[in-house]
């Protein structure tokens, strides 16, 4: 394997570049909001007025976000390390969209409550915390959030040192998988998967986003062929082969 | 075979009283279904309009934007005069091509989740049926099994197909699943019709269903689960397949 491994073609260079892109606008649109969340917050533990300054601040960007033609986010917004929010709690400012109006979305973070949105364990916030670098899951059921299939794009927040919250943005699956789908369809099929191998998106049309290849594999009697690491969350582009004792 | 009762238990869902908004479109979607399930067949009146309306609890202007709808996707046709009325236009080409609608309509992550649903309410209305069917509802299994083996047809192998699902929820006499399964057929079954035009489909699902219901005559429920699950990924897959084809085809239009 080690050999053909090697042997990567262009056209696969030349997907994963796209693919790439198309992550990176998403996290392009995080980026400013980062950025301003540092402007306002520096170093200070959050208090009300900090946290009414932030809402004031990220508002309208966040509002543009959503607003844009086409875009596969769905909601956006600035979610506060639990560490340094003192008696607040849990904190997050969240903006979502609901067909055409965009609104300020309240998530239950009373430890009390049942509902409790416990986001410090979320995959999407742990991995942006402790990878510091921009993450984006694989599509999850959100049952605490949106209820639906969702991918959550992260970005951690620093000033200096010090771990302020994430940034992060949920994507609609479906429009988001097909637009890297269109970017697949454009040459031999070709595959993306994640870190445990599960379907992100796919040229081959049974390959539907977050089931895992190998029942595919085992069913088809192929292998994975070469692969080709991906720029964000340990993606990979595959091809498959025949099995050899097939 | 009985189909009056599948008929009935059909209609009902169909036409059940609507309570919520957007009723234009769900008016219009129940009666779009009850066209490609063929519970209204080519060539059939409508009932009046004032009569519909009231049967639908909405109002006349509602069922009127409705069927205008429906106009505009040549599914209905409206004469005037004395012999006037609303008709059921000729399925073939207008309803091949609201079916590919439809289908180009849903994500491939929805087609798989309604696959995936339509397993758990059919596989395990089958396991159940193995242990609970009565002497009656497995001639009745029998009898659409005979009927799947001998059409040709997409649209006939799919209503037999329908029909057998929702007798195997009959036969294991839980009243959710009968539910769940009638509602399937009503938003689920008419689109695999598309993949029945297959003929290598039409041969698997029905090996698949028959050893089903063979199961469900020797008392085997995991058996018989297995088969009709295996009977639905098939579909689903076939589905996912025609999708793409559908969907490659619009953006090569487009280029």
Redesign the interface.
Same mark, same amino acid.
């Given at each position: 394997m080690s050999g053909r491994a090697a042997e990567v073609d262009q056209h696969m260079v030349d997907v994963v570049q796209e693919i790439n892109l198309a992550v990176a606008t998403i996290f392009d649109q995080l980026q400013p909001l980062a950025t301003t969340t540092v402007a306002v917050l520096g170093d200070h533990t959050l208090d009300d007025e900090l946290a009414n300054a932030l809402h004031r601040a990220l508002e309208q960007p966040c509002r543009d976000v959503l607003a844009t033609i086409d875009t596969p986010i769905t909601g956006v917004g600035f979610v506060a390390d639990i560490d340094r929010t003192g008696p607040i709690g849990a904190w997050m400012l969240w903006w979502i969209r609901s067909g055409a109006a965009i609104k300020q979305k309240q998530h239950v973070l009373n430890r009390e409550s049942d509902s409790f949105y416990d986001y410090s364990n979320a995959q999407w916030f742990r991995e942006a915390r402790h990878g510091t670098a921009p993450f984006i899951t694989s +599509?999850y059921i959100d049952a605490w959030g949106t209820d639906s299939?969702t991918m959550t794009a992260s970005i951690p927040v620093f000033t200096g040192g010090t771990f302020l919250g994430v940034v992060a943005a949920d994507l609609k699956?479906?429009n988001f998988?097909?637009q890297l789908i269109?970017i697949l369809?454009r040459g031999e099929d070709i595959t993306i998967v994640d870190h445990e191998d599960r379907v992100i998106a796919s040229s081959i049309?049974?390959l539907? +986003?977050?089931?895992p290849i190998r029942g595919f594999l085992r069913r088809s009697s192929q292998t994975v062929g070469d692969r080709h690491p991906c720029a964000y969350a340990e993606w990979s582009a595959v091809r498959f082969n025949p099995s050899p004792n097939s | 075979m009985e189909p009056d009762r599948l008929h009935t238990l059909t209609r009902r869902v169909l036409f059940a009283p609507l309570d919520e908004t957007r009723r234009t479109e769900t008016v219009a979607d129940r009666l779009r279904t009850a066209i490609t399930l063929g519970v209204l067949s080519s060539g059939e009146q409508l009932p009046n309009e004032v009569d519909l309306a009231r049967q639908f609890n909405v109002s006349p202007v509602t069922l009127r934007d409705a069927l205008q709808m429906l106009r505009e996707q040549g599914l209905v046709r409206t004469t005037r005069g004395r012999q006037g009325g609303t008709f059921v236009a000729p399925l073939q080409e207008a309803g091949q091509r609201y079916l590919e609608d439809s289908l180009r309509g849903l994500s491939s992550i929805e087609i798989r989740d309604l696959t995936d649903w339509a397993c758990a309410v059919s596989g395990h209305a089958a396991a159940l049926a193995a242990e609970r069917a009565s002497d009656h509802s497995r001639r009745v299994l029998a009898e659409i099994i005979q009927t799947m083996t001998t059409t040709s047809d997409a649209a006939p192998f799919r209503r037999a197909e329908s029909r057998l699902l929702i007798e195997l929820a009959v036969a294991s006499q839980s009243t959710r699943l009968s539910a769940a399964a009638v509602e399937l057929q009503v938003h689920f079954a008419p689109i695999k019709t598309l993949a029945y035009a297959e003929p290598a489909t039409r041969t698997l699902v029905a090996t698949c269903l028959s050893n089903a219901v063979g199961a469900v005559e020797k008392n085997k429920g995991l058996v018989a689960q297995q088969s009709v699950v295996e009977a639905a990924a098939a579909v689903g897959d076939e589905l996912l397949t025609l999708r793409n084809a559908l969907v490659l085809a619009t953006q090569g239009a487009d280029l």
């Open positions: +599509p299939l699956t479906e998988c097909d269109r369809q049309p049974v539907t +986003p977050g089931i | -």
